[in-house]
């Protein structure tokens, strides 16, 4: 038992609890007023101990906790309680349930503050076994009516993937609060069930209670996973009239649920409205605006986020990266990626790829290659980025041997590889190693193909001249074939000229997309080439009669780091009479060297 405290110990005690109280400005200063606890004879104080404790986890020191956790001969409940707690708020979850084991085999019983705390951590590791266990503690202490004990049961129940024992418990608590409602939210949002998380939130508006900022942010993503714009609509209405909308983190989710929803004109509009932006949410602006296909927009803005001084993250030149990959604008990448810290690139998998693809989609395999050789950690996303980089480029076989390497450490492919190998199969017209990779994903690897898979078979058949194998294989797919299925077997319709089956596709293509002027563009091309001049001359008129126009062509170059666009007959470049002049004497010199212009695919 510890001695009764003197006076002249308590008035020591009261300096150092001053000392600590005015906070430390480095790990160094704390580690000196613990000396000087030592030097006064303090070292048993649980109460002191306990500030020098939590003030130590605050610099993310865990080894001199430990050292200083150890050395106290009679720790009570509430120094066990800050070492666990301390150790989950850092990450440390094994250690956690370690300490309260050896909590639990010193005799000391966990109480509401022990109980939220190594739950989370049980979260975290998944450990359900451990979880019921302590549940079981939980009933037996007394402890199953307190909200933040259930509040951790709930988040542990739903993180391990049982529902309906989070929702059971989140029933029994009686009075429920904030947290309580989000973690059931989430608990939805975690297994996929979007939609039964927005009826959570609908209940939750129901009550009394107002949802705070994380509670926003977790149910808009649930609206941007269902691409739900309505519904994203009515909670950004609810944001603006609980004046939450001026909450960064807010806002910033409103961002990325208007561009992933694909309204970048809503999303411009939160956008500008935000008083003070900070690096995340520049970076959902022009992610979204590349992801919407939009690049120019994106370099735009990067551009505007520079001249206002803030400083891109790696996240942020990923999504720039992403639009100078559309532009084909290699010199404007660079100059982006050096922005950040090269070790950034090679490190973080996320951003290595971004590069990857740049440079591979700009015809720079040797950069792509270098980049890829240098990356420190090689996850899938990162091999299907080389092997779809390689294929594309003609290194086809290449390809197909970093596939078997894949294999051979251990890293199961997915979807994306094989779209990578079968897109390559398609460019070199390698039609039986596409349909030995094609049918090793259901036979080797346990995966279903989806209609991206299909879409490619599709058109490594078509382009192989094989149309019949190609139609025949879109009639027998397990799951209706979209546009950009049938688009392929309409061009290969148009490479082998194949009117007949052309027709047959575009019905198809025009009942699912009846204002794609493309569909209407291909078929009358195929009309002229062979000189069925009527047809071509229906297809126009139907055109004509359903306010259907052809989208003008659209093209970029990147001269000296500046990209220039350019559509079909315009004449807004500043240097377009000189442009036009160059082309007029460019086209007279083809037609004296014996060149004639193919007309035949001219609606």
Not at 186 to 196: A, H, P
Request: with cysteine.
């Amino acid at each position: 038992m510890q001695s009764r405290p003197t006076y002249p110990s308590m008035s020591k005690g009261l300096e150092i609890k001053k000392l600590i109280l005015q906070g430390f400005n480095s790990f160094r200063h704390l580690k000196h007023v613990h000396a000087h606890v030592l030097r006064l004879s303090l070292c048993q104080d649980n109460y002191l101990l306990n500030m020098i404790l939590r003030c130590s986890f605050d610099f993310s020191d865990t080894n001199y906790t430990r050292l200083v956790f150890h050395q106290v001969k009679q720790p009570n409940i509430f120094l066990w309680n800050t070492m666990i707690r301390g150790l989950v708020s850092n990450d440390c979850f094994d250690d956690a349930v370690e300490f309260y084991s050896l909590m639990r085999s010193e005799g000391f019983l966990p109480n509401n503050f022990t109980f939220p705390f190594v739950l989370k951590a049980c979260a975290r590791l998944l450990d359900l076994q451990l979880g019921v266990k302590i549940h079981t503690l939980v009933v037996k202490a007394g402890f199953d009516y307190d909200v933040f004990v259930n509040t951790s049961l709930v988040c542990l129940y739903a993180k391990c993937g049982f529902l309906e024992d989070a929702h059971k418990v989140f029933d029994d608590i009686p009075e429920k609060n904030v947290v309580s409602w989000t973690a059931i939210i989430s608990g939805y949002i975690g297994v996929g069930k979007s939609r039964e998380a927005i009826d959570m939130f609908r209940r939750l508006l129901e009550t009394n209670l107002v949802p705070d900022s994380f509670t926003v942010v977790r149910v808009l993503s649930a609206c941007t996973q269902l691409g739900d714009i309505n519904c994203g609509e009515w909670i950004h209405k609810w944001i603006m009239e609980m004046g939450m909308v001026r909450n960064v983190f807010v806002a910033t989710s409103l961002v990325d649920m208007y561009a992933k929803c694909g309204n970048m004109g809503k999303a411009r509009g939160v956008f500008d409205g935000i008083p003070e932006k900070d690096i995340v949410t520049w970076g959902a602006m022009i992610q979204g605006y590349a992801l919407n296909e939009l690049p120019r927009e994106a370099m735009d803005l990067f551009l505007q986020m520079q001249r206002e001084n803030v400083k891109p993250d790696c996240y942020t030149v990923v999504g720039v990266l992403s639009a100078c990959t559309r532009l084909g604008a290699l010199e404007l990448g660079e100059w982006a990626s050096g922005l950040v810290d090269r070790n950034e690139f090679l490190c973080n998998p996320v951003v290595g790829t971004a590069l990857i693809d740049l440079y591979a989609k700009c015809g720079n395999m040797a950069r792509a290659w270098e980049v890829f050789k240098g990356m420190k950690e090689k996850d899938r996303v990162v091999w299907n980025a080389i092997i779809s980089g390689l294929a594309m480029n003609g290194y086809v076989k290449i390809s197909f041997g970093l596939f078997g390497q894949v294999e051979k450490i251990g890293i199961k492919p997915d979807g994306n590889t094989f779209i990578g190998l079968l897109c390559g199969c398609t460019h070199a017209g390698l039609v039986d190693e596409g349909m030995q990779y094609f049918n090793s994903m259901d036979r080797v690897f346990s995966l279903i193909p989806t209609v991206e898979h299909y879409g490619c078979m599709v058109d490594l058949l078509g382009r192989a001249g094989l149309l019949d194998e190609a139609h025949r294989m879109i009639r027998n797919m397990p799951m209706e074939a979209n546009a950009i299925v049938w688009g392929a077997l309409l061009g290969a319709c148009r490479i082998h000229k194949d009117t007949q089956l052309a027709e047959l596709v575009l019905k198809q293509l025009i009942e699912l997309e009846p204002w794609n002027s493309g569909n209407y563009v291909l078929l009358s091309n195929i009309y002229s080439t062979n000189l069925k001049w009527d047809e071509a001359a229906k297809i126009r008129l139907s055109m004509n009669e359903k306010g259907i126009q052809k989208s003008p062509g659209c093209s970029w170059i990147e001269v000296d780091g500046i990209v220039h666009e350019f559509l079909v007959g315009d004449k807004y470049h500043p240097l377009s009479e000189k442009i036009y002049a160059n082309l007029d004497e460019l086209t007279k010199k083809m037609k004296v060297a014996g060149y004639i212009p193919t007309t035949g695919y001219v609606l």
